[in-house]
DNA sequence: AGCATATATCACCACTCGGTGACATACGCA
DNA sequence: TGCGTATGTCACCGAGTGGTGATATATGCT
């Protein structure tokens, strides 16, 4: 004998596309890029991936409606640690922003698998993600830091940027093999090295 | 009419296999790891598939055989640029190594996407590219050093992996959208920003 | 109540993938 | 010269991919 028949879905556009972008992010954070698709969604998510093409227009708008809907990671992921007052200099505010920047990323799979993805994905879609996240840890700067200033003769932008690369390389590479060139990144104790030194070249270079 | 038969392809095993390997490098050169794999090599080889299967034992084998080809990449791309002396101190030929790391990966389309495979793909076949590319940077150092000695209280190991960390990051970004985190990397003129940095840091770090 | 439409599902397409077994033929040795 | 074997080629398999058209049915409006 046949069972019952499928309890028939509600029919809910809005809620489909919220569930079918939540699908996405677990399928991407637990996949990676190169498992993500059509297919692999409608798997995962339930829901036929017709719906995906109806609502997303295929796989290029979804990625920027997921892009849409982690705008504010690092405004949400970032603020709670810098809520203590940090030091008085700048560098003190690149230091806990650039250690705050690292714990989020370490502990969010998603946003490596987008940090990964962007290394290896040159269209435009996935490269508004990185710009979009870039802009956003500016701006978080921008906002906390009052009237501190960068050390005179100090070029701020390129610090910032080999700090970021540095700490996005070693997650993800800490996250796949759990070491990088000679050093292990594991345990909490591995990354406080990892930070200690990090902290010590922002001080350095912020040094009066 | 019939053409003329193909002519008769020359029967060599060695021979075959440095031009499969051949074409290895140059298809995971110019599509990246996604769009490595058996059937492509073979198109863009030339030879059927199955000569993949039977030489390199399928596409772990061949990335293993890929590896021992670029066993000595390291050290034939950075000694030519550290031929000439560097400074006295151990900072001073950090530096050295490190900029030249960063000009020889730059220049190369293989080993970026090679950087950028072991970011996505923790299969030990993968890691051990990395694995092994990171001690022949070590070894170089290890032969150039002398009697040079770090700075006493300097965390060398880890300031050497943000360091290579950081400039494997900006180069593989920087080949996709030519631009990290504000910083442009297009032009040379961007690089030297990019460089001058990394050497204040070294120098900073590694000073008396 | 009845009807139009939006929502959801199914079935199919052409293509690519990694992988394997069968077959043809050039080469080297006896 | 003839024969065995190594080398190269072809044809196929099952599974998976992105993408599309047709169909069922729940929902909401008149």
Do not use: C
């Amino acid at each position: 004998m046949p069972g019952t028949p499928p309890a028939p879905r509600a029919r809910n556009r809005d809620e489909t596309r919220r569930a079918i972008l939540t699908a996405a992010q677990a399928l991407l954070a637990d996949a990676g890029f190169s498992g993500f698709g059509v297919n692999a969604l409608a798997r995962r998510s339930g829901f036929d991936k017709q719906l995906i093409y109806r609502y997303f227009g295929g796989l290029d708008g979804l990625v920027d409606a997921l892009g849409e809907s982690l705008a504010g990671w690092v405004a949400t992921h970032l603020t709670p640690a810098l809520a203590q007052d940090t030091g008085p200099g700048y560098g003190d505010l690149v230091e806990a922003v650039m250690l705050a920047y690292l714990d989020a990323l370490r502990g969010d799979s998603l946003m490596q698998k987008l940090v990964a993805w962007e290394l290896s994905d040159p269209s435009p879609q996935v490269r508004r993600l990185s710009d979009q996240r870039a802009r956003a840890l500016g701006e978080l700067v921008a906002r906390l830091r009052g009237d501190r200033q960068p050390a005179p003769g100090l070029d701020a932008p390129a610090l910032n940027a080999i700090l970021i690369a540095a700490i996005q390389h070693l997650v993800l590479t800490a996250a796949t093999s759990g070491r990088f060139s000679g050093l292990a990144l594991a345990t909490d104790e591995d990354w406080d090295r990892a930070k200690a030194m990090l902290g010590r070249i922002i001080r350095a270079l912020n040094a009066p």
